[in-house]
């Protein structure tokens, strides 16, 4: 799991602290690369557009385009539209059915991979190619193996017990998605596929509001009211079993980042 570019809500969870973690993130995630103040910038899995406003701002000569398979969280993103910016519909997988071909700078994603089966990473991988110029680059980022270990593991045994299988996200190796980005076709510079630990700071009440956030996508997609109640019944009740000898609820995220090119 790691924080989403989901809007509004999860599971009828309130997202705004999720939303602020990421937004904490973007100075990292940006000094890996930034776009030329002209560049022509698709976000991919751009939720409801935060991010994507920003990267507009980094380019007032340029343009961005925030794609997202979710017309709800679309409607909310719209309301962040600007000459130089605009939202369309569209997957990941078959991005240059909303962006034309050949002619991004530069393709960015933020906590989206995750949530795709590895199957669906070499398609991603090639769809992003072809809407890349040559010279263009990915950047996107996602969890990484090893992410929030504990809390997987934990809310993994909550849901063996209630019948419910695995968490439903992807989080890979470097090694393994170096792999498939390198046989998309694209280049890939030293240190351009990397996984970085990041400890992040949670009280108590914070933590079991980010596991439900994140949780309900990943172990309830599906499941009734009766085993989604009886699920974080007792995930809260275990909820203790995550503190650290400090007192702390601290979680150690791994980001997986990817950066790559485009031949020119």
Partial sequence: MATSGATAAAGGVDLADQHARQRSADGWFMGRHQPAPDAYVVDVGCGSGEFTARLAEMVPGGRVVGVDPDEAVLASARTRQRPNLRFVRGRVQD?????????V?????????????????PRCYTAAFTVLRPGGWLHAESGGAGNVRRVVELLDAVAADWGLPPARVTQPDAGTVHDLVAEAGFEIPAGGVLTVAQRCPFDR??????LRAQGTA????????????GFWQAVTGRLDELANPDGTYDQTFVRLDVLARRPA
Avoid: K, N, Q
């Fill in 95 to 103: 991005l240059y059915l909303a962006v034309p071909p050949c002619g």
């Fill in 205 to 210: 009440d914070g933590l079991l509001r980010f």
């Fill in 105 to 121: 700078d530069l393709l960015v994603s933020r906590a989206m991979f995750h949530w795709l089966p590895l199957v669906e990473y």
């Fill in 218 to 229: 990943a172990y309830l997609t599906g499941a009734g009211a009766d085993v989604s109640r």
